[in-house]
């Protein structure tokens, strides 16, 4: 992706920023590719990355007790980063990988800090994205503490209809704080009563 076409994408996609804004925020952005399965953060990285997604998708996720474990999907036009190591410059965390092949820009927080304090429609801009990924993350710890498996799977279905093509089964499980098994009852009721009906025959 070229500079045009980065100038042309962020109009189409944050038009509140001043033309002078677009600009600068083109000159210091690299546009990056990357297959599926490509690693943007390693756990135990420094990562003062951001990333937003022109096309494709990714997870952040971690490793406990041997358990890959899910906790952040981004899309399309959607930003993803390692927010401990972003915000605070200490070690990551997580992992954050592409889960198809991938186009996305790249800016740095020190860059990001330089378009804020010289541009206020961008640090506007920056906060709404603060704001929405922080009650994203809240809406999802609300979910698995008040909500049935059942809920949370649907709600998700609700607001990514997609998202079983896009996204493999064990990911999502993990997302929404439940194993594969239970997953596949929810997806198949019927046939999980049956199996349960067999067994007890």
Not at 61 to 66: H, L, P, Q, R
Not at 117 to 130: A, E, H, Q, S, W
Not at 181 to 196: C, G, Y
């Amino acid at each position: 992706m070229n500079k045009a076409e980065i100038i042309n994408f962020i109009s189409q996609n944050h038009s509140l920023l001043s033309t002078e804004c677009k600009n600068e925020f083109t000159n210091i952005t690299k546009s990056i590719s990357g297959e599926k399965g490509t690693t943007l953060v390693k756990d135990g990285q420094l990562s003062d990355k951001i990333y937003y997604l022109i096309d494709g998708c990714a997870r952040a996720f971690y490793i406990k007790d041997g358990r890959d474990i899910s906790d952040w999907f981004a899309f399309e036009n959607e930003f993803i980063c390692s927010i401990n190591s972003f915000f605070q410059n200490i070690p990551s965390p997580h992992y954050i990988e592409l889960l198809e092949n991938s186009t996305l820009l790249e800016i740095s927080r020190d860059d990001i800090d330089k378009l804020s304090n010289k541009y206020p429609d961008f640090d506007g801009l920056t906060k709404v994205i603060i704001t929405k990924t922080m009650l994203q993350l809240q809406e999802r710890i609300s979910s698995i503490q008040f909500q049935s498996a059942e809920q949370r799977y649907n709600n998700m279905l609700t607001i990514r209809p997609n998202i079983t093509q896009r996204i493999p089964l064990t990911h999502i499980a993990s997302y929404i704080g439940i194993t594969l098994e239970t997953l596949s009852r929810i997806r198949k009721p019927k046939k999980a009563e049956f199996d349960i009906d067999q067994m007890n025959a």
